[in-house]
C-alpha cells in the first residue's frame, strides 16, 4: 500500500536551499485511469514495471517489480501513450525522506514533493519549502500531469 501526500514547492526558498544533484527519471505509461496505472520508469540505470490501484483519499494499492532495462526502453517506445521526465532530488528531513521531481518538457516549471507514510494520520513535520498540499489533487498525479501537462494549465 503507498499512501503518500504531495506538495507544491515553494521554488525560490528550493533554490536556495538544495546543492544536490538529482536523478533523471523516464516514466512512460502504459494504462492510465481512475482504476488503474500501469507505467514503466528508467531511474539510475534500472528500469521498473509499476501497477497502481484507484486512489482512495491518499492510499492506493501499489505493486513494482524490476525488468531489464533493454525491454523498459522497448516497451515505452512501442507501447506508452506519453511520457513523463523530471529530476528527482532525495531529501533527509526530521528522520523522513522526502522526494522532489523538478518537472520537464510539457510539465516544465513544476516542482512538487512527494513523502510516503505509514499510515494516513501519521504527523508530517514541513521543510519551510513546502508550499500548498495538493494530494487530493489528481491534476498532479504524474499519470495525469502527462495528459494534461503543466504548461498548458489556465494560470
Keep these: 500500500m503507498e499512501i503518500e501526500r504531495k506538495y507544491l514547492v515553494n521554488k525560490k526558498l528550493w533554490q536556495e536551499m538544495n546543492n544536490e544533484d538529482g536523478d533523471y527519471i523516464v516514466q512512460g505509461y502504459i494504462t492510465t485511469d481512475l482504476n488503474k496505472t500501469i507505467r514503466i520508469r528508467i531511474w539510475r540505470s534500472?528500469?521498473?514495471?509499476?501497477?497502481?490501484?484507484?486512489?482512495?483519499?491518499?492510499?492506493?494499492?501499489e505493486i513494482e517489480f524490476p525488468i531489464p532495462l533493454d525491454k523498459a526502453t522497448e516497451i515505452i517506445r512501442k507501447f506508452a501513450e506519453g511520457i513523463i521526465k523530471k529530476i528527482r532530488y532525495t531529501i533527509q528531513f526530521k528522520g523522513k525522506t522526502?522526494?522532489?521531481?523538478?518537472?520537464?518538457?510539457?510539465?516544465?516549471?513544476?516542482?512538487?514533493?512527494?513523502i510516503e507514510l505509514g499510515s494516513e494520520n501519521e504527523p508530517v513535520e514541513l521543510p519551510q519549502w513546502i508550499g500548498k498540499?495538493?494530494?487530493?489533487?489528481?491534476?498532479?498525479?504524474?499519470?495525469?500531469?502527462m495528459k494534461n501537462p503543466f504548461r498548458h494549465w489556465p494560470r
Design 46 to 61: 534500472a528500469a521498473y514495471m509499476t501497477i497502481k490501484g484507484k486512489t482512495n483519499n491518499i492510499s492506493r494499492e
Design 133 to 145: 498540499e495538493v494530494s487530493y489533487d489528481n491534476r498532479y498525479f504524474n499519470s495525469m500531469l
Design 98 to 114: 522526502w522526494e522532489v521531481d523538478e518537472f520537464m518538457g510539457e510539465n516544465e516549471g513544476l516542482l512538487l514533493a512527494e
